[in-house]
T-cell receptor, first 116, second 117 residues
Framework: AQKITQTQPGMFVQEKEAVTLDCTYD???????LFWYKQPSSGEMIFLIY??????QNATEGRYSLNFQKARKSANLVISASQLGDSAMYFC?????????????FGKGTKLTVNP | KAGVTQTPRYLIKTRGQQVTLSCSPI?????VSWYQQTPGQGLQFLFE???????NKGNFPGRFSGRQFSNSRSEMNVSTLELGDSALYLC????????????????FGPGTRLTVL
């Protein structure tokens, strides 16, 4: 069974600084997808970034980058130049190999607070 | 392009009642999944529909059911509501749904917040 672990219940960062949110995963499948979502207090889950298990390079999307270390089974999210609007819950998630239902397995999330 | 929409956004029901939640996926998306989010259990997968067929179901009692229509819109129904059903119910849509293709991102709607009194 797949499992996602996010060990940081809460993180604080100063505006304009970078922050790393940790995510480790467990799976026996060689093929999988890793996602990060942001959930503001409004509730909507906002897709941030995706990393495939066979992708050779770390994914980047604007201020977001994913530090993918396959051997260590970690997929940490790095947010550069934090903004006040980045304050939210952040969830790491994974999907099984393609070929059927691709339900997302989520971690428990990390609450990020950006201080002015 | 319009995102995933969910109606209603908020619901208050009493124990024993039933409720129907609706989800309209992004245009062109054929797969719709439902998730329940509670403070205690976190985000849990309920079920996924593709081409009007339930393809996978999470570990929830039979009181939780769903369906998908030919236009890919989906509804989920919870019968005989219990206090523990109070949660944020999130719907997500995905473009692909067939085997042998790379993983497609699931895009979520704003959720329906259900309160059971």
């Amino acid at each position: 069974a797949q499992k996602i672990t996010q060990t940081q219940p809460g993180m604080f960062v100063q505006e304009k600084e970078a922050v790393t949110l940790d995510c480790t995963y467990d799976t026996s499948d060689p093929s999988y997808g890793l996602f990060w979502y942001k959930q503001p207090s409004s509730g909507e889950m906002i897709f941030l970034i995706y990393q495939g298990s066979y992708d050779q390079q770390n994914a980047t999307e604007g201020r977001y980058s994913l530090n993918f270390q396959k051997a260590r089974k970690s997929a940490n999210l790095v947010i550069s130049a934090s903004q006040l609007g980045d304050s939210a819950m952040y969830f790491c998630a994974m999907t099984p190999p393609p070929g059927g239902s691709e339900k997302l397995v989520f971690g428990k999330g990390t609450k990020l607070t950006v201080n002015p | 392009k319009a995102g995933v929409t969910q109606t209603p956004r908020y619901l208050i029901k009493t124990r024993g009642q039933q409720v129907t939640l609706s989800c309209s996926p992004i245009s062109g998306h054929r797969s719709v999944s439902w998730y329940q989010q509670t403070p205690g259990q976190g985000l849990q997968f309920l079920f996924e529909y593709f081409s009007e067929t339930q393809r996978n179901k999470g570990n929830f009692p039979g009181r939780f059911s769903g369906r998908q229509f030919s236009n890919s819109r989906s509804e989920m129904n919870v019968s005989t509501l219990e206090l523990g059903d109070s949660a944020l119910y999130l719907c997500a849509s995905r473009r692909q749904g067939t085997s042998g293709v790379s993983t497609d991102t699931q895009y979520f709607g704003p959720g329906t917040r259900l309160t059971v009194l």
